[in-house]
């Protein structure tokens, strides 16, 4: 995504962190050197192992003082003990902006950048359609999720007043990053109705992880780049990519 002509803004973007003692200091040496190839970090969800306190602790230390903003929403293991929104306030006292259904805009680069975030959620595909109204009740939320988040998407995306527009998520909103994964799990790992928010909320650029053996580069039906950026997919500790203002 190169543009030619005015300043880009140079977006660092990585998901599914995964932190955990074992990771712990994996990132940090490549973080505190962003602002020689970025302007603005995104964090795309699964940013701990399994949503404990102890691995929180460990993300806010990898992330602490970094050289530019970080914009961040969790993920699903962010919640496996229940404690998403503790982990969140801890996130939001760190200095990260934590987005769930807002948005915040940023002045960088001499542009203004909007991003608005949700987790996401599961819902399936025209192709590969999910079973809501199946399974165990667990099952059953995370189908109901994706729609219900993708509204919450498309609403934060509306409140932005900048041109500049990305979309931040966990689960994926094209089934083109999912290429890789088992096609039986497709309705598991996104939903359509994500995409659908995005291209009516004019979103230059979608941002999601999840999908750890999919594929980096997709596009939504209405042409805007989708990039699953989860740390096993892209493999290193983030990609950058230009985005032209408008």
Known sequence: MQYSGNRSIRVAAVADLHMRDSVFGVFRPDFTRLAERADVLLLAGDLTESGTVREADLLCAEIAALPVPVVAVLGNHDHDHKLGYRIAAMLTAAGIHLLDGDAVTLDLAGSRLGIAGVMGG??????????????????????????????????????????????????????????????????????????????????????????????????????????????????????????APT
């Open 122 to 243: 599961s819902g399936g595909f025209p192709r590969y359609p999910g079973t809501p109204d199946e399974g165990t009740l667990e099952h059953q939320a995370r189908m109901r999720r994706g729609p219900l988040d993708a509204l919450r998407l498309r609403q934060a995306l509306d409140t932005l007043t900048c041109e500049t527009r990305i979309a931040l998520m966990h689960f994926a909103p094209v089934i083109d990053t999912l290429v890789g994964e088992p096609r039986k799990i497709y309705p598991g790992l996104g939903c359509h109705d994500l995409a659908e928010a995005v291209d009516a909320g004019r979103a230059v650029l979608a941002i999601h992880g999840h999908a750890h053996g999919g594929t980096e580069f997709g596009r939504t039906a209405g042409g805007v780049p989708v990039r699953n950026v989860s740390y096993p997919v892209i493999g290193r500790s983030y990609v950058v990519y230009d985005v």
